[in-house]
C-alpha cells in the first residue's frame, strides 16, 4: 500500500513538473505575442522543434544549436564533449551564412546617385534630417517618376512595366494581409523616451517597432472599406535567423485559410548611416499633413534561382502603387530596388515588401508615411476594381 502511494505521489509530482516545464515553454515561444491567434501560430510553429528537443533531452539547452545539430553531436562523445566549443563555431557559421531565401539579416540599401537635401522641418529626435531625391538617370531604369534601381541579370522595359497587373481585389474577407518577417526593426523615439530595446535599433515594444506601421496602414484601409488582416507577430524575436521561413509558414496558412487574401503586405525599415557611421532618418515634408518618413519598395525576382515565375506581376504593381504615390507626394519615396532574392514574394502577384523610413525616424514620421501609403494603395485598388 506505502508502495504504491509512494509511486502515486510520484507521478504526480512528475505530472506537476512537466506541466511546470510545458507552461515556461509555452510562455518563452509566445512572448511578444499581443493576440489569442498570434499566440497560436507561434506555439504551432514551434512545437514541432520543441518536441524533437524534448526527445533528444535537449530543451533546456542556452546555445541554441538546432535539433538536427544537437542530434549530429549527440552520436559522438568527442563532439558532444565539446559542445560549447561546437555550439560557437555552428553560430559563427549561421551568421556568416545568408538565410534560404538569400537575405542577409538587413536589407540596408545605399544611396546610388540620390541627392541628400536639408531638412529643417523635421522634429527633433536627437538624429539628423535627410531628403533623398534622385536627380540623376544613371543606374536606373526609369519609368514616368519611378526610378529603379535593378541588381538583377533581368533587361526591364517600359512598356513592360507599365502594363496591367494581375493582382486585384476580390469579394471576400480578408483582401489584404499585412506582416513583419523583421517585427523588431524600431524606430528613435525622443531623447526622454523610456524603450526596452532587444538589439540594436530593435525592440519588442509595439508602439516604437514597425507593427506600429502596420496597425496604421491597417486602419487606413479598414476606413477606405478593404478587408484587412494584421499579424503582429515578431518573426524575428528570439531569434534572427529564419525569420523569413517562419513568415513563409504564416503567409502559406493565411492563404489556405483565407483564398480571397490578393495582398500581402511585409512592412520592414532601413537602417541608413553616413560615412562616419552615425545614423540619419530620411524624411519628406508633407504638405497638410507634417513630416513622413521616407518610403522604400523592394521587389524580389527569381534571380536567386528559387522559382518566382511572376516577379513581373509584382514588380508592375509596385510600379503602379509608386507613380500614384509621387504623384500626390513626390518626395515621399525613394527609388524602387529590384534584387535576386524574392521576399517571400512568390506567395501572391500582390506581394510587396515596403521599408518604412529607417532606425533614425520617428516613430511619427514611420506612423505618417504608412498611413500615407496606405490611403493612396487603397484609391488605386478601389479604382481598378470599379
Known amino acids: ?59 533546456w539547452q542556452a546555445d541554441q544549436l538546432s535539433a538536427a545539430a544537437a542530434l549530429a553531436i549527440g552520436e559522438s562523445p568527442l563532439l558532444l564533449s565539446a559542445r560549447p566549443a561546437v555550439a560557437e563555431l555552428w553560430s559563427s557559421d549561421r551568421a556568416e551564412q545568408p538565410e534560404a531565401e538569400g537575405e542577409t539579416e538587413e536589407i540596408v540599401t545605399e544611396p546610388v546617385t540620390e541627392t541628400p537635401l536639408e531638412a529643417p522641418e523635421a522634429a527633433d529626435n536627437g538624429v539628423a534630417a ?75 515594444d509595439t508602439r516604437y517597432n514597425v507593427v506600429k506601421v502596420g496597425d496604421e496602414m491597417a486602419e487606413e484601409f479598414t476606413a477606405a472599406g478593404i478587408s484587412v488582416l494584421h499579424d503582429r507577430t515578431l518573426y524575428d524575436y528570439p531569434s534572427y535567423s529564419g525569420a523569413y521561413d517562419r513568415s513563409l509558414a504564416a503567409i502559406e496558412s493565411y492563404l489556405a485559410q483565407y483564398p480571397s487574401i490578393r495582398f500581402i503586405l511585409d512592412i520592414h525599415r532601413d537602417a541608413i548611416a553616413d560615412s562616419e557611421g552615425n545614423q540619419y532618418k530620411v524624411v519628406s515634408t508633407v504638405e497638410g499633413e507634417g513630416t513622413a518618413a521616407q ?22 504593381l509596385g510600379v503602379a502603387l509608386q507613380s500614384r504615390v509621387l504623384e500626390q507626394y513626390p518626395t515621399l519615396m525613394r527609388p524602387m530596388l529590384l534584387r535576386n532574392s ?33 490611403r493612396q494603395m487603397a484609391q488605386l485598388l478601389i479604382e481598378l476594381g470599379k
Not at 536606373?140 to 494581375?166: M, Q, R, W
Not at 499585412?178 to 517585427?183: A, F, P, T, V
Not at 500582390?350 to 505618417?368: F, H, Q, W
Open 295 to 316: 518610403l522604400t519598395l523592394v521587389m524580389g525576382s527569381d534571380g536567386s534561382g528559387l522559382a518566382h515565375p511572376d516577379w513581373m506581376e509584382n514588380l508592375k
Open 342 to 374: 524574392r521576399y517571400n514574394q512568390h506567395a501572391t502577384t500582390g506581394s510587396l515588401l515596403l521599408e518604412v523610413g529607417a532606425a533614425g525616424n520617428s516613430p511619427e514620421e514611420a506612423a505618417l508615411a504608412g498611413r500615407l501609403f496606405a
Open 1 to 59: 500500500m506505502k508502495r504504491r502511494a509512494f509511486f502515486s505521489g510520484a507521478l504526480r509530482r512528475g505530472g506537476a513538473v512537466c506541466l511546470a516545464a510545458g507552461t515556461l515553454w509555452a510562455a518563452a515561444v509566445t512572448a511578444g505575442s499581443d493576440t489569442f491567434s498570434e499566440a497560436w501560430t507561434a506555439l504551432r510553429t514551434s512545437a514541432p522543434q520543441g518536441i524533437l528537443h524534448w526527445e533528444l533531452g535537449d530543451l
Open 130 to 204: 535627410r531628403t533623398l531625391v534622385p536627380t540623376d538617370p544613371s543606374g536606373y531604369t526609369v519609368c514616368g517618376s519611378v526610378y529603379i534601381s535593378n541588381s538583377t541579370d533581368h533587361a526591364l522595359t517600359v512598356s513592360e512595366l507599365t502594363e496591367p497587373f494581375d493582382a486585384r481585389l476580390v469579394d471576400g474577407s480578408p483582401q489584404i494581409l499585412i506582416l513583419h518577417s523583421h517585427g523588431s526593426e524600431s524606430y528613435t523615439p525622443a531623447g526622454d523616451t523610456e524603450v526596452v530595446w532587444s538589439g540594436d535599433h530593435r525592440t519588442t
